[in-house]
């Protein structure tokens, strides 16, 4: 038990569509960010918010955007999604941006989309 | 970011060590090692880091090389429920802060 959840669990779109994948950090954490991860890859850096802005994006387009929220929870939004999209979305958190003192990221279990 | 290398997969007895081996040569100096693993569908799970001396937790044992260009995960008695994909990662602190590099990891199985 990480204290992190993510919702849905799973979930089904299709071509084109948008999605909103939600997160609700662990207590007291500021730092949210997300992950991508296809079968049989390791996960791949989305985007990072701290206190409610962005600040850190990895190589994925413009319409991977996000929202951290007072209360720290968050959502992933996809834009016209694409069939490489399937994968599964994984959020953690963090009580700091991360610095040299930082330790660890707490993962959910991730929600895992299928777009068709 | 250093990247790693890891062996695709190994295989290992229930109750005796598991000796997992990372090269990160390309390490530069203010940048720490870490470990997570992810059991079958659930988030990567953190285990231990270093920068430069040996570490013990109540998980494992991470021993890293006088040059640091490689490391080594040491879980000491492996259970069956330490089967699982262990990701080895080199640590940039920058403004993404938490961005974390995955690779391919090493699948671990651990065997009766």
């Known amino acids: 038990e990480t204290g992190v959840t993510q919702s849905p669990t799973h979930l089904i779109k299709t071509r084109g569509q948008q999605v909103t994948l939600r997160c609700s950090s662990q207590s007291g954490h500021n730092t949210v960010s997300w992950y991508q991860q296809a079968l049989g890859q390791g996960p791949q850096f989305i985007f990072q918010y701290y206190r409610e802005e962005e600040n850190g994006r990895g190589n994925f387009p413009p319409r991977f955007s996000g929202l951290q929220f007072p209360n720290y929870s968050s959502e992933l939004n996809v834009n016209a999604l694409e069939l490489d999209d399937s994968a599964l979305y994984l959020c953690?958190?963090?009580?700091?941006?991360?610095?040299?003192?930082?330790?660890?990221?707490?993962f959910g279990e991730g929600s895992r989309l299928t777009v068709l | 970011d250093a990247k790693t290398t890891q062996p695709p997969s190994m295989d290992c007895a229930e109750g005796r060590a598991a000796n997992l081996p990372c090269n990160h040569s390309?390490?530069?100096?203010?940048?720490?090692v870490y470990w997570y693993r992810q059991i079958h569908s659930q988030g990567p799970q953190y285990i231990i880091h270093g920068l430069k001396n040996n570490e013990t937790n109540e998980m494992a044992s991470l021993i890293i090389t006088e040059d640091r260009k490689s490391s080594t995960l040491i879980l000491p008695h492996a259970t069956l429920r330490d089967t699982a994909v262990y990701y080895c990662i080199v640590r940039v602190f920058n403004n993404a802060g938490n961005m974390l590099t995955f690779g391919g990891g090493t699948r671990l199985m651990v065997k009766p």
């Open positions: 953690a958190s963090s009580p700091s941006r991360g610095g040299a003192s930082d330790r660890e990221l707490f």
């Open positions: 390309t390490i530069s100096g203010n940048e720490y």
